[in-house]
């Protein structure tokens, strides 16, 4: 029995079982969603072992110089510590480490918004207003101007519909102002063309990947009855 045989049967099979919830949850497809999650989880466990323990740690911590051992250590001691969360009467132990690990995720996931997200917003938002580079574009004026207001309106308003800010009423209700409520209104607009979008993008990669995987299905049953395989 050839390699192609074996991994078309293997692909040909677990595509039928995911395909299977079509008609309700059963045994077929937890299996294969239970397949994809461990072969998942062991493969993101080798990446760390070699790609990340081994060099990172290992390696420093037996072939490295004084101050690579030190920090090697440092690191390994960090890990205990954690490992202590596991045992209810030493988890407080390892409260420091996780405590540790939570503030820099925070700092990198705050600096990764503004310079890979706010930021570039920001500058894209103002190079829909340069001319030179329009002109070079072949791009008039006046297209330059609404296509860079109409972005501009919409982060405005975009950003305007995220703001929490609002004083409270004489009858106690709460509401925000009246400039932030006008301005979140024509921001819902946007946001609901952009979620639309995104979500036309999700279900076109979907059904892409449904028509591959039908289309591999089809393919390997002709292979079969050909006798290619």
């Not at 239970?34 to 760390?48: C, D, K, N, Q």
């Amino acid at each position: 029995m050839s390699l192609d045989l074996i991994t078309g049967i293997l692909s040909f099979t677990i595509t039928l079982m995911i395909l299977s919830y079509l008609i309700g949850d059963n045994p077929l497809f937890r299996i294969a969603i239970y397949l994809f999650t461990g072969v998942s989880a062991g493969y993101i466990a080798a990446v760390t072992c070699w790609q990340v323990l081994w060099p990172k740690l290992i390696v420093p911590l037996l072939y490295g110089d004084k101050i690579r051992q030190a920090l090697a250590g440092v690191s390994l001691l960090g890990v205990g510590l954690i490992l202590m969360k596991i045992l209810p009467r030493l988890s407080k132990i390892g409260s420091p480490s996780m405590a540790y690990i939570v503030g820099v995720s925070a700092a990198v996931a705050i600096g990764g918004a503004l310079t890979g997200t706010l930021f570039p917003q920001i500058a894209a938002t103002i190079n829909a207003f340069d001319l030179r580079s329009a002109a070079a574009h072949n791009i008039g004026f006046l297209e330059v101007v609404f296509n860079g207001s109409f972005i501009l309106v919409g982060v405005v308003t975009s950003l305007a519909y995220f703001h929490f800010g609002a004083h409270t009423n004489q009858d106690g209700s709460v509401r925000r102002f009246v400039l932030f409520e006008f301005l979140a209104w024509f921001g819902r607009i946007f946001i609901a063309i952009t979620l639309g979008v995104i979500f036309a993008g999700v279900y076109a990669a979907a059904l892409t990947a449904f028509i591959e995987r039908m289309s591999s299905i089809i393919n390997f049953i002709g292979k079969i009855f050909a006798g290619t395989l």
